[in-house]
Every structure is written in C-alpha cells, then in structure tokens.
C-alpha cells in the first residue's frame, strides 16, 4: 500500500496571472504558501482484477476508459495503462470548492502515490508538469498552474510563470522569527458555502485570450502588486504586506460582478474594523475561505466568531507533496 499526501495552499499575492492566456504573453507571478491542511491519496493492488475508486463516490470498472472521475481517468492512462489492477481511495481535510487548490493537491497526490506504486521517482517539479498536463492539457480545465506547484513543492515560495512555459521557483526569503510572526498573523475564516471556481476563471481566461483591455489591465496590476508584496515581506514590512493584501481585494472585486456578495464584503468591512490591515477571498472568490493579516488576532478572532464564522487554524507545510507509507 502506498499513502501520499499533498498541501492545500493560500496565495499570498498575484492569484490569476499564472493562467497561461495571460502567463504565455506577459508572464506571471505568484507568492503562494502550503498549510498543513492535506489531501491523502492510497493506492494498492486488490485481491480480484479491476478498477476499484474510493472518492465522494464509488466506482468498480474494469477499464480506464470507464473511469467517471476525470482527473483520475488522466492519470491511469499516463501511468498504468488501460487495465490495470487497483484500488485508490481518497481523503481530504477539507472539501473541495474552499479556495484552496484542492484540484491541483489532488492531483499531485494522484501522481506521487502511481509512481509511487510503480517505485518510479518524481523530481517535485516533474510532479507539478505532469499535474498540469492532466488539469490544463487533457483536462482542459481554465485554471493555472500554481495550484500544482505549491502542492509538489510546498513551503513559502515565489513562481514566475514564464512566457515560454517553464517556471522559475524561489522560496520567499524571510528571517525566522518573522515567518512565525506571518504565520501567527494570517488568520482563516469559513464562510460557510463553497463553490467551483469555473465559472470566474473561465470568464478571465476569455476576456483575456481576447485581448480585453480591461482584464489585460487588472491582470498587469495584480501582478505588480504580487511583486511589491514581496518587496514588502522579504524586508520585513508586514504591515505594508496587510495594506496590499486590501488593495488586492479591492482591486479583485472589479474583476467580476461574482467574486463576492453582500454577506462576504459584510463580514469584509466587520473584519477591517476588528483588527484587519487586509484580506481576501481565498482562491478565484465567490466563497470558500476569508484570509485576514492582522496584528489584533484576539480582537478579530472574537468579532469573527461573533459573526458565525468559524476559524481555520493552520501552519506552513515545507515537506509539499510526499509519501508517507510504502
């Protein structure tokens, strides 16, 4: 049996310019952090021949071809073929559609544990290329490729999605002592509803494939302010950090009437005069998870909870997508 696990991530800045409609003509950059919040996948070999999937359903097939669950059906046929005998079950520490690239953590989770069963080693960058080609390729899903890097790679990491394709990755250089004092500060609160992605990103991925001045505009703007965020946490400067995270999300919620609601920008507002420098919607918006910078964390944490809004505790992964039994 062989057990993998992958990191759930936060973006910290530039979300939405490592598409490759906007990537593949100016080049993106995004700061993301993995949590210690993971998707577990197993895999074995049963007893009796055939396909058997363990997810939020179940499947018994005795081809790939059958398989329902897509991104599964992908990965079988890139590693095992068209009649393998197996058995893959899947666990998640918090559900999908949350804003936290469960997708691409599934994935690479996918990967390691297949390779794995092969005794087939994966360089971590290797990992997050195949995951890509499944989602982005095959799949052709309208998402980018952070998702699966910061799952493959975990940590506090830069990307830079470059106009040829590659990806240059360096982790972000903080002292220490400050990032346990980020940790401590970014504080996560569900919303209590999530939601598919797919809808938002498929209407950047067209309006920015047509050259839409107004996306090109918003895309250029998020990116800079990705790299000033880092400017900013690299010397230290965590409060400008929390300033840019709610220039971020003001400037987000231009993008599309469905990045946020009533509710959300209520709970936004309430949160800014508990104790929050700044904030987002977590992933592509619309629901899932709130991430605030604050320095008043107990102030924030009671006017949240006042709300309804439960808390995420979390701590930074470094380990990215891994084996734990084999």
């Known amino acids: ?24 003509r100016f080049g993106g950059f995004v700061i993301t952090a993995a949590i210690d919040k993971y998707v577990f996948v197993t895999v074995t070999r049963p007893f009796t021949k055939g396909i058997y999937l363990k997810y939020s359903q179940l499947e018994k097939v005795d081809t790939v071809s059958e398989v329902q669950h897509p991104i599964v059906r992908e990965a079988l046929r890139l590693v095992d073929g068209e009649r393998p005998q197996i058995e893959i079950t899947t666990l998640a520490d918090i559900p999908a559609g ?8 599934f994935t690479t989770a996918l990967l390691k544990a ?14 997050a290329e195949l995951a890509c080609e499944i989602e982005i390729n095959r799949l052709h899903e309208p998402i980018g490729r952070q998702d699966q890097y910061a799952a493959a790679i975990g940590g506090l990491t830069c990307f830079t999605f470059n106009q040829d394709d590659s990806v240059t990755v360096e982790p972000l250089h903080l002292r220490y002592e ?16 999530a939601r598919s992605a797919a809808s938002i ?15 090109l505009a918003h ?33 987000k919620k231009k993008r599309s009437a469905q990045m946020s609601n009533g509710q959300v920008d209520e709970w936004y507002e309430l949160a800014r005069t508990s104790g929050a420098l700044g904030g987002k919607l977590v992933g592509a918006g619309g629901g ?3 991430l605030f910078y604050t320095e008043r964390q107990r102030q924030l944490r009671e ?9 995420l505790r979390f701590r930074f992964d470094f380990e990215g997508t891994t084996v734990l039994f084999s």
């Open 178 to 193: 400050l990032l346990h004092q980020l940790e401590d500060n970014l504080l996560l609160f569900f919303t209590g509803f």
């Open 114 to 127: 297949l390779h794995a069963h092969r005794r087939r080693l994966l360089h971590p960058t290797e990992l």
């Open 288 to 290: 899932g998870f709130l």
């Open 219 to 251: 895309l250029h703007y998020v990116k800079e302010l990705g790299l000033r965020s880092r400017q900013a946490l690299e010397a230290g400067r965590l409060e400008e950090f929390g300033a840019l995270m709610h220039e971020h999300w003001e400037h």
């Open 1 to 24: 049996m062989i057990i993998t696990r992958s990191p759930l991530r936060i973006t910290l800045g530039g979300g939405g310019t490592d598409l490759p409609s906007y990537s593949r």
């Open 303 to 311: 006017a949240m909870q006042s709300a309804g809004l439960q808390e």
């Open 201 to 215: 990103l498929q209407e950047q991925d067209t309006r920015t494939s047509a050259s839409d001045d107004g996306m």
């Open 98 to 105: 949350t804003g936290l690239g469960s997708s691409g953590s």
